[in-house]
């Protein structure tokens, strides 16, 4: 890919920044590179305006960085554009492999491993899950969830959030369309909607897309990092993180085993 050379571009703090109101041939290539990655700023007119600043928030929110909708060196990074001046990013991964992951969880076909792998990896990488204590935390709560990444759909139909007005199901049918999707069990129409608009996805109008495995552990990744689970991770904190994912403790004894497995298997 071409680099883009944006060091003359002046701001008020750091150079090689875009921002609200810059104008020119970068803020045209950032409208694109938006767009390609699943976040419409609207047309590629080399404007940044309001609906190009949203856009930018929210790509930032889904890779873990700051949503300042500022454009710096960390964002142009993460869109892949190699800005001149920086060494060349490096393509991380947390270094987990399917003998870890069967491992922390058994029950796992190799098949599915495979299969899931890399994009458990991947939104690992956007939340910014790259210690042993958060992706076991992390993989702990995905296996008691999805029995082991086996069901990324809630077995029960879904009547049962019928009505729910604290969920945002307000419509005929919500309960069953908004049911508990993806390696988390995202449930609820307000859910879908904020999981959508943080990862450039239209959820709330395609919400089977959560239960996609190239969706699903990145909306898993949304929800932890929206909830300030890698802060609780690092403390060790197992017991508050299972609350605010559960809304209880249900599970807890399951959900300490695979968390202590994983630690056991992250660290050896």
């Known amino acids: 890919m071409p680099s883009i050379d944006i060091s003359s571009l002046q701001s008020s703090t750091t150079p090689r920044e875009l921002r609200l109101e810059s104008r020119g041939p970068e803020v045209a290539a950032l409208q694109r590179k938006l767009l390609e990655a699943g976040f419409d700023p609207g047309v590629a007119d080399g404007v940044f305006g309001r609906r190009t600043e949203t856009a930018v928030k929210l790509f930032q929110q889904s890779r873990g960085l700051t949503a300042d909708g500022i454009v710096g060196t960390r964002t142009w990074t993460a869109l892949g554009v190699h800005v001149e001046g920086e060494p060349p990013e490096v393509p991380i991964s947390t270094g987990l492999n399917e003998k870890q992951l069967r491992e922390i969880m058994p029950r796992l076909s190799a098949d599915r491993a495979s299969e899931c792998l890399p994009h458990l990896d991947g939104a690992m990488v956007e939340a ?79 919400p089977e897309r959560a239960a996609d495995t190239d969706v699903g552990f990145r909306v898993a990744a949304w929800f932890w990092t929206s909830r300030g689970l890698n802060a609780l991770a690092d403390v060790g904190d197992f017991r508050e993180i299972t609350r605010r994912i559960n809304g209880g403790y249900n599970g807890l004894a399951q959900r300490e085993a695979y968390y202590r497995r994983a630690l056991e298997v992250l660290t050896h």
Do not use: C, V
Request: charged share 30%.
């Open 128 to 206: 910014d899950m790259l210690t042993p204590q958060r992706q076991a935390a992390f993989l702990a709560q995905l296996a008691h969830e999805s029995g082991e990444l086996r069901y990324f759909e809630e077995l029960a139909s879904g009547e049962a959030y019928e009505g729910r007005q604290d969920l945002g199901n307000t419509k005929l049918g919500d309960g069953k369309r908004y049911k508990g999707r993806g390696p988390i069990q995202l449930t609820g129409r307000n859910n879908y909607r904020a999981a959508g608009r943080a990862l450039g996805l239209d959820l709330e109008a395609n």
